[in-house]
Every structure is written in C-alpha cells, then in structure tokens.
C-alpha cells in the first residue's frame, strides 16, 4: 500500500517513486498538508501547531495553518480551495473530516478526463468526505498516490445537501503549502499563437503571481502547469514541486507566498469564468490536478509527467503504437486543391515511404477560404468529384492510409446550420456575435448541438475509409453564455461546455476506436492533458520554422511527452517566419516528435525529394526510440544559440542524441554534451564503431561538431560488449 496511515488514524502517508506527500486530520477535524517532498518514512512526521504560530502575530491561527483545502469565513485570505456563497449570503465554509478510504486503484472520474490505472496494484486511493453540516456542504476529496512516480492526484466533488441553492465560486483542484519560499522560482509555459510554451523562470517574489486563461480553452498564451522550485535547480538537480490540470478549459494557477513567508500552489477552475448553483442535493465534480515533485531537477519531473500521460492518461488503440509518418497538404496547397492536385502529391509521399495522407481544412461546403461552411460537414464534389470515398480509395490504392480534418465546435454564419440554427452558438441576445476567423463557436453546453456534431462527424467517418482525424478549434469564446441557461446559470456555461465536448469527444473516439485523433487549436492552443485523455497528440503549433521549433518542442517537454507532440517538415522559405533552413535540419528537429511533412511534395527536386525519402527511412529506424524512450533536455534553446535533448530506451542499451546549432559566432568551442540516463558502466558504440564508456559520456561528455549557423547532427549509440 501507498496509503499509509498511523496507528492514531490521524497523519496518511501518500508516498511512491521518491517522494511523499503526507495529510493530517488535525485535532478540530481539520485537513492540513503536513509535507510534500523526498520520501519521508511512514509514522515519521508529527503536526505541531506551535510550528506553525509565531509567538506573537496579528494574524489569526488559521490564516497561518497549512490547510489542504482553505476556506473563506475564519480568517483565510488567500483563494479558497472550495469557495461558496450560501444562501444567508456569506460564504462563510469550516470543513472537517467526517470519514475516510483506502482503496487500491483509482476510480474514474465521471464525464471528465482523468489518469487512470490498468491494474490495483499501479496506485492506491484516499478519499476524504469533509462536511459543513451548518451550511450543508460536503466534500469529496479524492487523492491517488502512484505507486512507480510519487504522482499525486487530487479531485473535489462538492455536494450541496441543503435544502437551499448555494453558489460555488471557486474551485481548486489543487491547492498546496510548501514550507520555505526564499530563494525559490517560478517556471510556467507562456506564449501566442504561434510561440507556444515558451518556458518562463521567475523569482517567486513576496506577492501572487497568477497565470490563468479566460479564453474558454486552455490557449496559446499560458498552460495549465504551474511549477516551483528552488533557485539552484536546473534540468538535472533539484527540488521542484509541479502542479498540471487535467482540463482544456479556462483555468487560474497561482503562487501566493504567505505572510510567514511560505508559498502556496494553486490551481483550478478561473473565478473570472467560472461560478456554478448547487441546487438542493446537486454536485459539482471538478477537474483533476496531477501533482509531481522531483529532486532530480525538471528532467525529473518531466520523466514522471511523460510516462503517467503518455500511459496513464491517453488511451486507445493508438496509444502504445508509433505514429504513422504523415503528408498534410495545409501548407501546400492551403484552400487551392483539386482531386488532381492532392493525388500528385499522394503519389510523391508513396514513392518515399510516407504512410498517411493527411486533407486538412477546406473539404466541404462551399469552403474556398476561410469565410463560409463550417458545420456543413458534406464533401465538396465539385473539388472532390469521387467524393471522400473515392478519395480514400484512391490514396489507398497508393499504399497510404487516408486521415481528415474538421473542425466540429465551430460554425460559419455564412453555412446551412447557421442559417437553420442561428441560436445554436455562444452569444448574448439582443447584442453583436463577435466573429474570429469569420466564425462563430457553437454552444457545446447544449445536448442537441453535441448530439448534432456526434451524428454529423460519425455520419462523414462512416462514409469512407478516415483512419486518422485532425480535430482543429480556431477561436476562442466572446459572448461566451448559453442562450439555453436561465439568468442565474449563465456563468456555469464555459465549463458546461467542456463537459459537452469531453462527452462529444468521447462517444466519437469509442465509436471509431482505429482512428488516431489529433487535436489542435490553431496550432496548440489546446496542448493540454485534458485533451490528451481522448486523443493522444497535438498539434504542437502553427509554427513550423525548424529553430523556432526547438523553442517549441523544448518548452512542450517540460510536461507533454514527445509521444504527444506533431511535428513536420514544411517548405523553406519558411511561412511564418520567411526563413530558411536545410531539409536535413527541419527533419532533424521534427524527428523528435510524431515526423510529418507539410508542403507539396510535388514540387520539390528529384534531389529534394530524395533526401525527403532518406528522412522518413531514417524517422523508421528510430521512432519507436523516441516515441516511448525518455526524453532528457541537454541545452535549453532559451538560454543560448545551441539546443541538445536525447533519447535513451528503456534497457539503456539505445540512445539517440540530437544537436542544433542556431547561430554560429567565429572562435567557437565544439559543443561538449554531458549525457543522461546512461548506463555508467556500460560501453557504448556510434554508428561508425567509436567506442566511448557511459561514465565518461556522462562525465565527461561527448564532442560535436557544429560549424556554421542552422545545422544539426544526430548521434545513435548502442550498448556493445566490452
Ligand atoms: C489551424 C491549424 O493549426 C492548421 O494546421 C490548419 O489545419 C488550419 N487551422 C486550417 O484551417
């Protein structure tokens, strides 16, 4: 068991991997957080009140106690972990233990994503039920220990069992008290369109400081992972305590560092966004908050994050197996396509091995541009004269398998549903829609709009050989209230919403279990774990310039593994950014994510296309290397002009090391690279023979080359006898 609890039944132990995180029912009934950190021995910790009170303070007790789910009312004034408003009108909320179980395994969570285990032995359960019988609230708690990472996971699921409504105005899935706080930072994945996940390190000063989306998706601009760590940690040394919300949603992530000095994590439903009514005898199941500690700095964290997601949280037949290599047309042809013109480049990507082709936006309705048909999900004959069958069928006759792009919560108000359904989208009676990309968001808090998007995607995947879909989401919300929810109900609609589209998601997934579902938000502007549980990647982003890449894919690993991200080689000069760079190193940085191309591979060179080909062969070779290998991050993009991560399988005897170079400046060292993950004591050999010992690569290091700007080298180790 993972749970343990003292013989007092007071003090529960939640330990795994290397770490521990330890609760406390103190005397009043209380649940406070004793400990998060290295593992501590069961029955070692104590809770001492004193510890906790300086000998003389303004302050009241409680504001100082290290609760593991503050309430407002008794002198709490930091963000409530659950926060109501009741129907005397105070939000006045004192909760205490009334019971709790151990159990092994994890339960589902109802209608939401969720980590789960393939078997009891994996993690062990705790579940609290906390109650306020004066205001006729009890929560849940639930929180799973990971028997192999340390991963904890916590959910609420607040019970109104009054007779009077109540209002929930803040949720916190996660809210934790660390001890200490000096010298510590702050790191978060921070971006646009376009320049996502960028990693942020800041001092974690004396105030809050909060990252959040309003936006009714997670969103490009900050993501749901909030971190802090002491200031001396880096990639591969030092404490870091993490928090990453199973949600695609508005959220809120905060650092509040007390008056004694000692930070506290949140993180949680956005108040901004976010209230909801309990009815008498209603409940409100939150979102789940995955917590990972690590003393192996962020390549630490990032390993626990990687298997528990890349195992734990996708699902599917897809979720064990290496992606196939794809062709997506968006960047070749973007909206000017024929029939004609998708099979030549069909014919190209079969000549060098490619095993998917991808169509992506514009096969349907009247949709020439951006501007008109979204939610008219029927083929286009007159640029698809054979339909999507005959397509299909042709490509597969190619030796690719066929995949589609929609993109199903959207609609056009130059489209048929519009016109049928002109209340069917988010907006307030009476005022202006606000338009994004010339489109409208349709209402996913309403059953019959979900019921329409189930038919009319499954009536499209039924109808010809799809095998792999692209779910795309190009806005995020205004106006952003159900026309379908009484007045006092108008705030619950984001998060209702998320519910309709995880329960979208979710009947269209199980019904065509062979297909592999991509998603994406106008790049990755829902790059989160919630999204993660019903398709197994993303779309990293609309970027596809290869240096700009390392940023993105750098930024991405701190909590998505490399399993989950899609990465391709596209046309130089570059759309985005107008640069150019080699195709041996747009491959090389796409090589370490699901490997695509996107560009017409009908106008390429006999040359280009051969070199094209020696990529994919390549990509062959090592994927299943970086698809399920871990991932270690050598030299951060964000520090300097070179990059370096590596690959190491999971026996140790395969190793891929991947080297960039950005801008060169004249009188350079060669790069020397310390390894990771590596056997000490084994030898290793590259694909020429060079023999090197794991202690001195990961000691000493290993020598690269790189003279001049934008190039790349890749390493491939082998474990050889001695
Ligand atoms: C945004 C996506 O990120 C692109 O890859 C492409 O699918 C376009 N949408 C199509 O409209």
């Not at 692209?470 to 519910?499: G, V």
Request: charged residues 20%.
């Amino acid at each position: 068991m993972s749970v343990h609890v003292n013989e007092r039944r007071d003090t529960f132990y939640l330990s795994g991997g290397s770490s521990s995180y330890v609760l406390h029912q103190d005397a009043q009934g209380r649940l406070m957080n004793l400990y998060w950190g290295p593992s501590v021995a069961d029955d070692s910790l104590l809770f001492r009140p004193e510890d906790y009170q300086p000998g003389a303070s303004f302050d009241l007790p409680v504001s100082l106690l290290p609760l593991e789910l503050p309430t407002c009312g008794a002198g709490w004034y930091g963000t409530p972990a659950v926060g109501v408003r009741n129907a005397w009108g105070d939000d006045m909320l004192a909760l205490t233990v009334r019971s709790f179980e151990i159990f092994s395994g994890k339960k589902p969570l109802p209608g939401l994503p969720a980590t789960y285990t393939e078997s009891d032995a994996e993690a062990d359960s705790i579940v609290f039920v906390l109650e306020d019988a004066f205001a006729c609230i009890t929560v849940t708690a639930t929180f799973t220990v990971f028997n192999d990472s340390g991963a904890v996971t916590r959910s609420l699921r607040i019970l109104n069992s009054g007779k009077a409504p109540v209002r929930l105005t803040s949720v916190l899935s996660a809210s934790v008290p660390l001890w200490g706080g000096k010298g510590m930072d702050l790191i978060h994945l921070k971006g646009a369109w376009a320049r996502e996940r960028a990693v942020i390190r800041t001092p974690a000063g004396e105030g809050e400081y909060r990252i959040s989306s309003a936006r009714g998706a997670s969103g490009h601009e900050e993501n749901p992972f909030l971190a802090l760590c002491d200031r001396s940690t880096d990639e591969f040394s030092g404490n870091i305590w993490s928090l990453s919300l199973v949600y695609s949603g508005s959220f809120a992530a905060s650092c509040r560092v007390d008056s004694a000095g000692h930070p506290r994590l949140n993180i949680g439903m956005n108040p901004e966004t976010f209230s909801w009514l309990l009815d008498s005898g209603e409940s409100f199941q939150s979102p789940e908050a995955v917590m990972v500690f690590s003393d192996t700095g962020l390549n630490g964290m990032s390993a626990i994050y990687h298997r528990l997601y890349r195992t734990r949280l996708a699902r599917g037949r897809w979720r064990d197996a290496v992606r196939p290599v794809l062709i997506n047309n968006w960047e070749g042809t973007y909206f000017d396509f024929t029939e004609e013109r998708l099979l030549s480049i069909a014919e190209k990507a079969s000549g060098i091995g490619i095993e998917l082709f991808v169509l992506d936006d514009g096969w349907f309705g009247r949709r020439d541009s951006d501007n008109c048909s979204l939610g008219d999900w029927t083929v286009n004959l007159k640029k698809l004269p054979s339909g999507l069958k005959g397509l299909a069928e042709k490509i597969n006759a190619l030796g690719l398998r066929f995949g589609l792009w929609f993109e199903p919560e959207m609609v056009s108000p130059d489209s048929d549903l519009y016109r049928e359904h002109p209340d069917w989208c988010l907006h307030i009676p009476g005022r202006p829609r606000t338009q994004g990309r010339n489109q409208l968001i349709l209402d996913l808090s309403r059953r019959e709009v979900q019921d329409y998007i189930i038919s009319s995607v499954s009536t499209v995947l039924s109808s010809a050989h799809i095998e792999y879909v692209k779910w795309d989401m190009n806005r995020n919300m205004s106006e952003a209230f159900s026309s379908a929810l009484p007045s006092e109900r108008k705030m619950e609609t984001q998060h209702r919403y998320m519910l309709g589209l995880y329960r979208v998601l979710d009947q269209i997934t199980s019904a065509f279990p062979q297909i592999l579902f991509e998603s994406c938000s106008g790049g990755g502007g829902r790059f989160d774990p919630g999204m993660l549980f019903y398709m197994p990647q993303t779309w990293t982003s609309d970027d596809t310039d290869a240096l700009e890449r390392l940023r993105l894919q750098y930024g991405t690993s701190m909590v998505y593994p490399v399993s989950a991200m899609g990465a391709h080689v596209s046309a130089v000069p570059n759309h985005q950014t107008g640069r150019s760079v080699s195709m041996r190193m747009r491959g090389e940085v796409a090589m370490a994510g699901n490997f695509g191309f996107e560009l017409d591979l009908a106008s390429l060179s006999e040359a280009e296309l051969a070199e094209a080909a020696s990529l994919v062969s390549r990509v062959k070779s090592i994927r299943s290397l970086t698809f399920s290998g871990s991932f270690h991050r050598l030299l951060s993009p964000f520090e300097g002009g070179d990059t370096a991560w590596m690959f190491v399988s999971d026996d140790r005897t395969d190793v891929l090391v991947f080297a960039y170079r950005t801008l060169v400046s004249p009188n350079m060292p060669p790069l020397r690279l310390r390894l990771a993950g590596l056997k000490k004591d084994a030898w290793y050999a590259d694909e020429e023979g060079k023999r090197f010992h794991g202690s001195a690569l990961m000691n000493q290091g290993i020598t690269i080359q790189l003279r001049g700007s934008f190039l790349s080298q890749v390493i491939r180790l082998t474990a050889v006898s001695p």
